[in-house]
């Protein structure tokens, strides 16, 4: 399937899968953005996966379902997403257009969210951003770290579909947090490229976060120095490195 991104609101990415026999759709929050594309390519709409409850990811759903009620409607259980008819979660495997999709459950945005994988793709909504990870709503910062971990343990040329164009604001923390990680450095210059010249920095690949993402560095000496540094405390096990460098995200 050939993919498209199709910006929305501020900074937000709905992901359109084409194939020839009509488009997917992942976290449609604004259905005028998607009935374009629908037009555009003179496609039907054949499924709306949706991530998690926010409704920058489901505000278009009613409004898409309405007027396509063939289209196939999949989520996570949880009351705050009407429109659902297809309820998924850890495991469960999805053959649309041609293409399997994979479900993961990884709470900690929120505590329903889940994730999608076709082939090399993952759609991840708001767990993992490029050079950065979504606030901890719902979950613990210990149930995020798993969900992150799952992520990084996939291949590294796995492409990482992100719900937002964070990528270059995350670049501050990170190089705040990291500073002489060569790999991150050259990471933010290409980004800080693209971004000058209008184009998208995702999807970015789970290789990439590996080296320069440090909510997935939270073993490396340098992460683990410059939080312990931050909060003054030893900080013994992973899910407090995490912790300490989310809460110190959320000051930045
Ligand atoms: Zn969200």
New binding site residues.
Partial sequence: MQVSLLPAFVDNYIFALDSTEGTVVVDPGDSTVVERHLATRGSRLLAMLVT?H?PD?IGGLAALSARHPQARRIGPRDPRIACVNEVVGEGDHLSIGGCNFEVMATPG?TRSHIVYRCGKQLYCG?VLFGLGC?RVFEGSPAQMLVALDRMAALPEDTEVYCAHEYTLANARFARMVDPENAALAARVAVVRALRDLGQPSVPTRIGLERMCNPFLRCDAPEVVAAARRQTGSDLVRRADVFAALRSWKNTC
């Fill in positions: 998690h926010h990811h945005h708001d979504g």
